[in-house]
């Protein structure tokens, strides 16, 4: 028993008014620390030799003030009763705590001095108003307190704003510990000599994990290195020694964006509004297309699971292997839990909506047994960072991954449009016309695969139609099962092109005015 607080224990035992055998001081470090994405639960474990009989065991800290908190497991004996104490102030012989506490009874005999001065006011009216004194003698008392009044008003505020000033240096002083601390104590009885043990849970908000992800292409080869990272929270006011650690993957709650959006086309006078599509722009690190994944690429090289997984209902945890030493502070940690060398298929894509540049996008088939959730990530293409920016949604396990990896120099894509064909394209009293010539153009040293796609207008009323005349005809139409939604692809060498004649014409009743066309 530490002899700091042996006479706060021998007081609390008899202030409880409970006799037992003996009384046991435990520290029940942390074993265990499930982190979750905004709190962790921390297992920790206790053991001790007892006699048989009543015995009181005093963990100290615990984490809440509230013992409702604590799951406590016990092996060796019953548990008979449980509670929780503070314990003795470890900042006692603080010099910034001294004076923050001088402080706080500096303010404390100011504010009772101020209480006091306005009952001797109140005190002097009533007699004035109930005796025959002399007004001018408790007049001259009431000014004088009323000056000493204000001097006290004025000392109260700068003993304020000093206090809050000490108060502020102190909660920086102690971010990362609790400055509030209890002690559980629990009693239990043991029929026998023997070890007891006992196995606390509990939950705190000062300790998380955060997602963090690496995504590294080589745009020659198609090798792609994916490091997964877990960035995680300490700040529980526990140091962890030997600590087992695993992380959650408990579903969050997320919204994934759609790849590709259908556009709509309709008379402005009728009531189309929940008709007309989202004209989105492309997100980097968006879901571009879901076909079957019998067209996605299988090859997965130098797999390497760092951790094992483990399954329960939604939920499943990756278990870091080995134990880790992680301090109570304002330190972030980075923990490797998993990485993949997968063999991506590439290709050069541009998107006739959103620009004149063309993507490089990587396609591969994510390893089974492992996800990614929301989270920060970095992107390198051949050794050089492109980006760091939220991956905004899920990559499930054993699933197709479509990703951008920046704009791709060695292909230019050129727009053009015959003269008066501005805008939206030629409007006429009935009908619209939208001509475009599109152009990919390869001027890189190696062979590319090239993607074209492109959308048409879809009409929601009977007297609204949309006529295509595309050249050449698409090689494919509602990619994805999404609707107007067309695509061109061609293998293009150095130096070779794709032309595209993109145009269409939209035909409705003369004198109406079209809405949701691009």
């Not at 704003?161 to 909660?171: A, G, R």
């Not at 962890?240 to 650690?245: L, S």
Request: proline fraction near 5%; charge should be neutral.
């Amino acid at each position: 028993m530490r002899p700091r607080i042996a006479a706060w224990l021998a007081a609390l035992t008899i202030s409880l008014g409970v006799a037992h055998a003996e009384d046991y001081e435990l520290d029940a470090p942390v074993v265990t620390a499930r982190l979750y994405s905004s709190e962790a639960e921390l297992v920790r474990e206790a053991k001790v030799r007892v006699k048989n009989g009543a015995h009181r065991i005093i963990v100290s800290p615990l984490l809440s003030d509230n013992i409702a908190d604590v799951s406590l497991d016990i092996e060796g004996a019953r548990l008979t009763g449980q509670g929780m104490r503070p314990l003795p102030t470890s900042d006692s012989d603080d010099p910034l705590q001294k004076q923050a506490d001088a402080a706080e009874q500096a303010l404390t005999i100011t504010r009772q001095t101020i209480e006091d001065n306005r009952d001797m006011s109140r005190a002097l009216i009533q007699r004035l108003q109930n005796q025959n004194s002399t007004v001018d003698k408790v007049q001259r008392q009431l000014d004088a307190l009323a000056r000493s009044r204000e001097r006290l008003l004025k000392t109260e505020r700068e003993q304020q704003d000093e206090l809050k000033k000490l108060q502020e240096q102190l909660i920086w002083q102690n971010k990362g510990r609790d400055s509030r601390q209890y002690a559980g104590i629990f009693d239990i009885y043991s029929d026998r000599i023997g070890e007891v043990t006992l196995t606390l849970r509990e939950h705190t908000k000062k300790a998380y994990w955060q997602p963090y992800s690496e995504f590294s292409l080589n745009s020659d080869t198609g090798d792609l290195d994916i490091r997964a990272y877990a960035q995680v929270v300490q700040q529980s006011g526990l140091d962890w020694e030997d600590v087992n650690i695993a992380l959650s993957f408990a579903p969050p709650d997320y919204r994934e964006q759609p790849a590709l959006q259908s556009t709509t086309v309709a008379i402005a006078d009728r009531s189309v509004r929940s008709l007309v599509g989202d004209n989105l722009p492309f997100s980097a690190n968006a879901k571009l297309l879901t076909p079957s994944p019998a067209n996605a690429p299988k090859e997965q090289v130098g797999e390497k699971v760092l951790g094992d997984v483990t399954i329960s209902g939604v939920d499943f945890a990756v278990n870091i292997p080995g134990k880790h030493k992680l301090a109570s502070s304002r330190d972030r940690y980075q923990l490797t839990y998993w990485q993949n060398r997968s063999h991506a298929k590439l290709y050069s894509a541009a998107y006739a909506w959103v620009g004149s540049k063309a993507l490089l996008v990587a396609e591969w088939q994510q390893p089974g047994g492992h996800g990614f959730y929301p989270g920060n990530a970095s992107y390198f293409r051949d050794g050089n960072r492109i980006g760091n920016q939220r991956l905004d949604r899920t990559m499930a396990a054993d699933s197709r991954q479509i990703m951008s990896f920046g704009e791709d120099p060695h292909i230019d894509v050129t727009y053009s449009v015959p003269p008066g064909h501005v805008g939206n394209g030629l409007i006429l009293r009935d009908r619209l016309e939208r001509r475009q010539t599109i152009t990919l153009s390869n001027h890189g040293k190696n062979t590319r695969n090239v993607r074209l796609y492109a959308r048409l207008p879809i009409a929601t009323q009977p007297d609204v139609s949309v006529e295509a005349k595309l050249s050449p005809k698409p090689d494919v139409e509602n990619v994805d099962n999404v609707k107007g939604i067309i695509l061109w692809e061609k293998q293009l060498a150095r130096g070779d092109s794709l032309r595209v004649e993109n145009n269409y014409d939209i035909r409705y009743p003369e004198g109406k005015r079209l809405i949701g066309i691009e």
